[in-house]
């Protein structure tokens, strides 16, 4: 009888050798790897197909679905899943829906509601129905460095939105220079005292998205030389408490009261103790300032407080009053509306928008109706000396002169150019999903 071992391994030579041959080009001895054969490539087929559709102003998630062929019992189960963590009816225009199908049958494997940025309710079907989790968008932190010099013509709004070398989003530079002039609103004008050859440097954190955007960012240093003088700005937060903007010597940036409650000021009535009301049509005090806007634009607390009252109060219509420290008041009139969560008892951060400009009470148009008082006796806010912002604790002041010493050390770590440079990515944040 043959030996069995010995026939397999006759078996597997042949093969080696009939490869061997087959690799050879015919006629020619093997060669260097250009000479070698090569295999044509496999295309395989997806296991799914994906369908976007994009929610239109009037249409409702059903009717999407329905375009997409999702429809009675399954559309109803489906709804109920997503309800677990949107209530359909509240998705607003330009929501988009992803299906996705099995290429084998064209049934629906899943479907991805995109609600915003940064979450994305995802829908799995199976044999016992469709079960729907939350996926949240993974963002990566870099930090950011950017810095110029303001050329002759330009402002500093030009310089950094028409940076050609900044590598952002137009929409996140917008941005970035309204929060560099909020930063130094009590200490500098970007309208009017920045001039050619002032410099500005800054470094600040963002959560970026992976199509680019920012989550979220916060400036972490500044600095803005202008006319010579020099103005830096450090964002310090103690272990309790909101952060804030300080100078290297621990003083805030900014004061206890911004002069006005909007953003870009016309006054149309000043603050006068004899002045001809309009509506009715006598002369009487008007103790305080009015400002001309368009209808719903927003109205900002001038200085961090307490809600004291929020509701309609006669001529005022809609009317806000804070209660500020050291027995100030400011009135806020003729509001179409207020904020979210706006009421009696609720702390404000000065800065935060708690209404919207209307028409409501004695009014002939748009416009809000700003008063500031102490101890109850009104002020005149276009010349009335405005109390500073509070500065470092001084149980506090190691841990900060510890935090500008780390922020310097950052700023001038890289070299002073125009343009971003971008840190090595700190963290990754995974997505995040919920059941």
Same mark, same amino acid.
Request: proline share 5%; hydrophobic share 35%; aromatic share 8%.
């Given at each position: 009888?043959?030996?069995?071992?010995?026939?397999?391994?006759?078996?597997?030579?042949?093969?080696?050798?009939?490869?061997?041959?087959?690799?050879?080009?015919?006629?020619? #001895?093997?060669? @260097?790897? *250009?000479? &070698?054969?090569? +295999?044509? /490539?496999?295309?395989?087929?997806?296991?799914? !197909?994906?369908? =976007?559709?994009?929610?239109?102003?009037?249409?409702?998630?059903?009717?999407?679905?329905?375009?997409? #062929?999702?429809? @009675?019992? *399954?559309? &109803?189960?489906? +709804?109920? /899943?997503?309800?677990?963590?949107?209530?359909? !009816?509240?998705? =607003?225009?330009?929501?988009?829906?992803?299906?996705?199908?099995?290429?084998?049958?064209?049934?629906?494997?899943?479907?991805?509601?995109?609600?915003?940025?940064?979450?994305?309710?995802?829908?799995?079907?199976?044999?016992?129905?469709?079960?729907?989790?939350?996926?949240?968008?993974?963002?990566?932190?870099?930090?950011?460095?950017?810095?110029?010099?303001?050329?002759?013509?330009?402002?500093?709004?030009?310089?950094?939105?028409?940076?050609?070398?900044?590598?952002?989003?137009?929409?996140?530079?917008?941005?970035?220079?309204?929060?560099?002039?909020?930063?130094?609103?009590?200490?500098?004008?970007?309208?009017?005292?920045?001039?050619?050859?002032?410099?500005?440097?800054?470094?600040?954190?963002?959560?970026?998205?992976?199509?680019?955007?920012?989550?979220?960012?916060?400036?972490?240093?500044?600095?803005?030389?202008?006319?010579?003088?020099?103005?830096?700005?450090?964002?310090?937060?103690?272990?309790?408490?909101?952060?804030?903007?300080?100078?290297?010597?621990?003083?805030?940036?900014?004061?206890?009261?911004?002069?006005?409650?909007?953003?870009?000021?016309?006054?149309?009535?000043?603050?006068?103790?004899?002045?001809?009301?309009?509506?009715?049509?006598?002369?009487?005090?008007?103790?305080?300032?009015?400002?001309?806007?368009?209808?719903?634009?927003?109205?900002?607390?001038?200085?961090?407080?307490?809600?004291?009252?929020?509701?309609?109060?006669?001529?005022?219509?809609?009317?806000?009053?804070?209660?500020?420290?050291?027995?100030?008041?400011?009135?806020?009139?003729?509001?179409?509306?207020?904020?979210?969560?706006?009421?009696?008892?609720?702390?404000?951060?000065?800065?935060?928008?708690?209404?919207?400009?209307?028409?409501?009470?004695?009014?002939?148009?748009?416009?809000?109706?700003?008063?500031?008082?102490?101890?109850?006796?009104?002020?005149?806010?276009?010349?009335?000396?405005?109390?500073?912002?509070?500065?470092?604790?001084?149980?506090?002041?190691?841990?900060?002169?510890?935090?500008?010493?780390?922020?310097?050390?950052?700023?001038?770590?890289?070299?002073?150019?125009?343009?971003?440079?971008?840190?090595?990515?700190?963290?990754?944040?995974?997505?995040?999903?919920?059941?």
């Amino acid at each position: 009888m043959r030996n069995p071992h010995r026939l397999l391994v006759v078996v597997v030579a042949g093969a080696i050798g009939l490869a061997g041959a087959v690799a050879r080009r015919p006629g020619g #001895s093997a060669g @260097g790897p *250009e000479a &070698a054969a090569t +295999l044509e /490539a496999i295309y395989a087929l997806p296991a799914e !197909r994906a369908e =976007t559709h994009v929610l239109q102003r009037g249409e409702t998630l059903s009717g999407v679905l329905a375009r997409a #062929s999702i429809t @009675g019992q *399954e559309l &109803a189960d489906l +709804l109920l /899943a997503l309800r677990r963590h949107e209530n359909p !009816r509240r998705l =607003t225009p330009g929501v988009e829906v992803t299906v996705r199908r099995w290429v084998s049958d064209g049934t629906p494997r899943a479907v991805e509601v995109r609600l915003n940025a940064d979450s994305t309710v995802r829908l799995d079907r199976s044999a016992s129905g469709w079960a729907s989790r939350v996926l949240v968008t993974p963002t990566t932190v870099d930090t950011v460095y950017v810095a110029g010099q303001i050329e002759a013509g330009r402002t500093l709004y030009q310089a950094l939105v028409e940076d050609a070398d900044l590598k952002l989003p137009v929409k996140e530079r917008v941005q970035l220079v309204g929060e560099l002039a909020e930063i130094y609103a009590f200490k500098l004008n970007f309208a009017q005292e920045i001039h050619p050859g002032d410099r500005y440097r800054l470094i600040y954190e963002r959560e970026a998205r992976p199509d680019g955007t920012a989550r979220r960012r916060r400036i972490l240093i500044a600095e803005v030389q202008s006319q010579g003088r020099t103005y830096p700005a450090i964002y310090f937060r103690g272990e309790e408490g909101d952060g804030d903007y300080y100078d290297r010597e621990g003083n805030s940036l900014r004061s206890g009261f911004r002069r006005y409650p909007v953003d870009y000021v016309r006054i149309t009535s000043n603050f006068n103790w004899r002045r001809y009301h309009p509506i009715l049509g006598i002369y009487r005090a008007h103790l305080g300032t009015d400002f001309g806007a368009a209808h719903g634009t927003p109205v900002k607390a001038t200085a961090d407080g307490t809600v004291a009252f929020a509701g309609r109060e006669g001529g005022y219509g809609n009317v806000i009053i804070l209660r500020h420290a050291n027995g100030y008041t400011t009135r806020y009139a003729h509001l179409s509306r207020f904020a979210a969560g706006i009421r009696a008892g609720r702390r404000v951060r000065q800065g935060e928008v708690i209404g919207y400009v209307g028409a409501t009470g004695l009014a002939t148009g748009p416009h809000l109706h700003y008063e500031l008082r102490r101890n109850g006796q009104p002020i005149d806010v276009r010349t009335a000396k405005l109390p500073g912002g509070p500065p470092v604790p001084k149980a506090l002041r190691g841990e900060f002169e510890k935090v500008v010493e780390e922020r310097f050390a950052l700023l001038e770590g890289w070299v002073d150019s125009a343009g971003p440079r971008f840190a090595a990515a700190r963290a990754e944040r995974s997505p995040e999903e919920g059941t």
